[in-house]
């Protein structure tokens, strides 16, 4: 399978390339993602990122990690216990060199238990569920890797807006999937090209999927383009 995310951070950091990556969606036209914004120190993050990476405690997970400039952050300012996780070899390559000292090459749906404080989902971290009739069964899932009194710190967005409105307020939807925000994904990187299935999924949909997988769904910060930071933490506690 092609690494072209983890292939493009590699070559960046180690100067081998500096060519940025492309990215194209089902319902977006061709974007340039520059390589820097991929290595952005916590003060060139934007808000709903440094409120995630305030409110981490005890041990984290950091899904989906990339570059690793979460947990670099968390690791050498904030001094906490911090494992970068991304399926991406060329990122968790990338992590071990920027000095990140807990990695995991993996699909963090095939771990088969942890004992984690704060699972830290950002960067559209609810993309990795994919679909939306699979995001209950994959958060019950991530509980297994959840303490009892965890938290699970999420970032996505509600792209209802780029549909086009009636007069009424309706937005006409034209997609083949069962949810306006399953996309077709595709990433570009020197001459190669490399496509998944990505879920931008807004906020109400998030809690009531998540409350069906005995998560309590808290609103934390809203951004100024439709976007939001969620905290789930298990109903029992």
């Not at 911090?82 to 990140?100: F, N, P, Q, W, Y």
Request: one cysteine or more; hydrophobic letters at 35%; a negative charge.
């Amino acid at each position: 399978m092609k690494d072209l995310f983890g292939k493009a951070l590699y070559n960046y950091f180690t100067k081998l390339s500096k060519e940025d990556l492309l990215t194209e969606t089902s319902i977006s036209e061709q974007d340039i993602l520059p390589m820097s914004y991929l290595f952005r120190t916590y003060d060139q993050m934007p808000p709903i990122e440094q409120k995630a990476l305030e409110l981490s405690k005890g041990s984290v997970l950091d899904i989906g990690a990339g570059s690793g400039s979460h947990s670099l952050y968390l690791q050498e300012v904030r001094g906490m216990d911090v494992t970068a996780l991304d399926s991406s070899k060329g990122s968790i390559e990338t992590c071990r060199l920027r000095g990140i000292k807990k990695v995991i090459n993996n699909d963090v749906f095939t771990l088969q238990q942890g004992a984690f404080d704060t699972l830290l989902m950002l960067m559209n971290g609810s993309g990795i569920f994919q679909k939306h009739q699979q995001v209950t069964g994959k958060l019950n899932k991530l509980k297994s890797l959840l303490n009892p009194s965890g938290q699970i710190l999420i970032d996505s967005s509600d792209i209802i807006y780029m549909f086009d409105q009636d007069e009424d307020g309706g937005h006409w939807v034209n997609t083949p999937y069962d949810y306006y925000g399953e996309l077709d994904y595709t990433l570009k990187y020197q001459g190669e090209s490399q496509s998944t299935t990505w879920l931008y999924l807004d906020f109400n949909s998030l809690c009531t999927l998540s409350e069906a997988a005995g998560f309590k769904c808290e609103l934390i910060l809203e951004g100024d383009h439709y976007d939001y930071l969620a905290r789930l933490t298990l109903e029992s506690v």
